[in-house]
């Protein structure tokens, strides 16, 4: 059922690296060979061996309407006629950040990119032009993309090839970055305290690269507090919980504000885009307003903005829209759990909007170390026996999964018949 996938991987490694263009791709921690995609539609994926799949993945989270959304098509259709990019600023920028900025009472201005490695790295420059510190703190399994500085204990992709950094990183450059353990305020206190020149504090504050793990209210408390006491800046990068876990992000749940906001794939709606938001003060630092430099000649894309801006505005159209993804992602997830325990298997769950996860361990882990001792091989069997299926989940346990607008409860009903199925092999 996978033939002209596993010859089209073959293919692909002679020209490419691994034959991927982002590692994790490759299914290198589970079992099996990745399909390549012809086409999707609603919440369905499609192969070159024409299998179909619903697609728990969307793109890694972008595609919260689905595929070929019939609103996002149109008007990239539309847009993509009057030119594909001019170098020069369009409306459609300021009617994108519009509609980000007043999701967010402490945001003010925002700056488009084309990733969100993009927006992350620009973020951290500003955090260190602003504050003229340069000491960065990340937590272990959050992943903020590929640059330099951030490529420590970053979950995800690193954690599945099982590499603690990468090799081509100086240690001159990662010497800046200090590694915390999420949810733990102890150990985050004394980072405060060793050093004296912290520019700023990134987490994901609902992570989802490390599988689904939320963090508490009191550590997020905590961050903002020890930021606020020693003049660094709080960065939440919401890159993938923007405008996925609810329409305010992570602060539609937790209320705390940060100095900095990234965000990315649901504001491109699966065009690259990324951003970076903050307030006037802050934003002011930035090229050409102030000396932090930062450019791009692709950034702020008039088809990408099109894409974003139909998305957000369908986003804010539908005042049910979460509490129905949610509803979702919970029946899933609690449908999960529920064959599991039939079939005497621990799984733990969790939800946030419309994002979910689900681990094959004992006890809810709350840090990248309590992911690491679940049951790896047990979830590689589980998504390959549910991609025989036609259920496409993520490759990894250390990602999140996604509910789209377009899934039915009848599907998620007959995913859970065949985890049913599949639990009782495992
Ligand atoms: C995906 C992601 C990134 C990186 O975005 P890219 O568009 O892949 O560069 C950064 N931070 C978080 C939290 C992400 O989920």
Not at 242 to 267: E, W
């Amino acid at each position: 059922m996978f033939k002209k996938s596993i010859k089209a991987y073959e293919d692909a490694k002679i020209v490419i690296p691994g034959g991927v263009d982002s590692p994790v791709r490759a299914f290198g921690g589970v079992i099996g060979t990745p399909p390549f995609i012809t086409k999707g539609k609603g919440s369905y994926l499609y192969d070159v061996d024409g299998n179909k799949y619903l697609d728990f993945v969307q793109s890694w989270g972008p595609l919260i309407f689905g595929h070929c959304d019939k609103d996002i098509e149109k008007a990239v259709i539309k847009t993509a006629k009057l030119g594909l990019s001019f170098g020069a600023p369009t409306e459609l920028e300021t009617e994108l950040a519009n509609e980000i900025v007043e999701m967010f009472p402490h945001i003010d201005k925002v700056r488009f990119v084309s990733s969100g490695t993009e927006a992350v790295m620009s973020a951290i420059r500003l955090a260190r032009g602003v504050t003229g510190k340069n000491d960065i703190i990340k937590f272990e399994g959050c992943y903020h993309g590929h640059s330099d500085s951030l490529l420590v204990s970053a979950g995800s992709g690193m954690a599945t090839f099982g590499a603690p950094s990468s090799p081509g990183v100086p240690s001159d450059l990662i010497k800046h970055t200090i590694l915390s353990e999420y949810n733990n305020i102890e150990q985050l206190e004394k980072c405060f305290k060793e050093s004296s020149d912290i520019a700023c504090l990134i987490i994901e504050p609902i992570a989802g690269n490390m599988g689904l793990v939320p963090a508490t209210q009191e550590f997020l408390k905590a961050c903002r507090e020890l930021c606020t006491k020693h003049g660094a800046l709080l960065i939440f990068d919401e890159v993938m919980s923007g405008f996925r876990a609810s329409l305010h992000g992570s602060y539609g749940s937790n209320n705390i504000q940060a100095d900095i906001i990234t965000f990315g794939k649901v504001i491109g709606a699966g065009m690259p885009v990324g951003a970076f938001a903050s307030n006037d003060f802050i934003m002011g630092h930035l090229s050409p307003l102030g000396k932090v430099y930062q450019a791009g000649t692709l950034s702020g894309n008039p088809v990408a903005m099109a894409a974003g801006l139909v998305s957000l505005q369908k986003i804010k159209k539908d005042k049910e829209l979460y509490t129905k993804l949610n509803e979702k992602a919970v029946m899933l997830t609690s449908g999960l759990q529920k064959v599991a325990l039939k079939h005497n298997i621990p799984l733990q769950v969790d939800t946030r909007g419309s994002m979910f996860g689900f681990f094959f361990c004992e006890e809810v882990p709350a840090n990248m170390k309590e992911v690491g001792k679940c049951d790896f091989k047990r979830f590689a069997t589980f998504h390959h026996e549910m991609l025989k299926r036609g259920f496409y989940f993520a490759c990894s346990q250390y990602e999140a999964g996604f509910i789209c607008e377009t899934m039915t409860k009848k599907e998620i009903k007959a995913t859970i018949k065949a985890a049913d199925v599949v639990m009782g092999m495992l």
